[in-house]
DNA sequence: ACTGCGTGTTACCGAAAGTAACAAGGTGGG
DNA sequence: CCCACCTTGTTACTTTCGGTAACACGCAGT
């Protein structure tokens, strides 16, 4: 506090950090996500405890790391959300641009997906889903942003907003990890598929004619 | 191979893995997922070097766990998804079903969803979602299962029940995640808005009158 | 020149996964 | 009767990794 410094421009420090951080993202995109701090620091061709120092424990290096994936493929996401298109164009829009983020760089998405901070933390109470990846979350709200948004909040609760949000992004992530994995599809097809699920076919799809019914 | 025992009733060493398996469970489910090999054999009486004979590792004794959650949770929602009502009643039955297990026991849930194997297995290739939790993979299998059975298999392709499957149940799964973090309504209320969801609400709904269109 | 501060080091601790190597108890075949 | 054999159990060890203490260099500003 009290600075007279603007610092607009990047400390030394904050420099440094970023490097660090560019050689964390080179091991942990090679190694995966379970990358030991050794092996990040030699990659920075320095040793552990500045690691320590300038994120404090891996978990804090992870987030750090995170933070950045996160925002980068948010803005992308956003862009194609806020398009000025119609609500089922933007959806497959927004559905390709995910997907083909994940497509195109696996590890960076296992990596998000899967922080595995395993602290020796000992957390007596259980905070469901502290390991989960902020990233569905932060995706979560934002889809109920813009759905609030751009709906007529006289349809339904607002609090409809965020149950869509969450549960549109969850079949995203979902649909997405299984087709990453089994690639049983071209991605343009999963998309028709995701949209169609979402404007209501699962509704009035016919039975079969001989089936168990209904 | 070759017993001329039929082998019905367990052999003393499944019993005995069974009772690992219960002493394990009672572990897991009180210090969560980050529970050490030797807090396990502690409770269970005995030491280490037993658990790793009857389950290899520690991925192997989380795996047997899991399947034993997994295949209880999976025997309740296949009833719920097959019982002889509409569709809309068996969906939301089902997604009533899960919400409430997942309500009840949230450790059993946190256990499941984030099995955190980090073994220093040194994988050279990306297999992506190794570590995500397999009950997910086979809901959505079950789900596309039950789909493809029901539906009309002319109304697309078959591929289509998978997407589907896949996508259904990484909804109901990111929504439950949230609403267990954050309460924000009762559980028949999500249910609602979910089966509202999947029911085409999104394509239907209208936009704000004044909002930024579409 | 002295005082800080940020950067860097080596050397260590503690916890946890995983692994010998060895001991004890029961069981069937000679 | 005794010996091989299998299962259950132990103690004691190695390795790996997250995290920390203590110390050393370089470079501002006063």
Redesign the pocket.
């Known amino acids: 506090m009290g600075s007279t410094q603007q610092d607009d421009r990047p400390s030394?420090?904050e420099r440094?950090r970023g490097e660090l951080l560019e050689a964390a993202d080179r091991v942990v995109l090679r190694d995966g996500p379970?990358a030991?701090?050794?092996a990040i620091?030699a990659e920075a061709?320095?040793?552990?405890?500045?690691l320590?120092?300038?994120f404090g424990?891996?978990?804090g290096l992870y987030r750090a790391l995170a933070v950045r994936h996160t925002d980068a493929l948010l803005d992308s996401l956003r862009a194609a959300l806020d398009a000025p298109a119609d609500r089922r164009t933007r959806l497959e829009r927004t559905l390709e641009t995910y997907l083909a983020a994940i497509e195109s760089r696996p590890q960076v998405y296992r990596f998000l997906m899967h922080p595995a901070e395993s602290?020796?933390a000992a957390d007596s109470g259980f905070d469901i889903g502290r390991h989960t990846a902020p990233l569905l979350r932060r995706l979560g709200e934002e889809l109920a942003e813009v759905i609030s948004e751009r709906l007529d909040p006289g349809t339904d609760d607002v609090a409809q907003a965020r149950v869509w949000g969450h549960g549109i992004v969850g079949m995203m992530h979902a649909a997405g990890d299984w087709w990453l994995r089994e690639r049983p599809c071209a991605r343009a097809e999963l998309v028709r598929q995701l949209a169609d699920l979402l404007w209501g076919r699962l509704a009035t799809s016919p039975n079969r004619p001989q089936g168990p019914g209904f």
Chains 1, 2 share one sequence.
């Open positions: 030394a420090t440094r379970e030991s701090m050794n620091a061709g320095i040793t552990k405890p500045i320590y120092r300038h424990d891996k978990s602290g020796p």
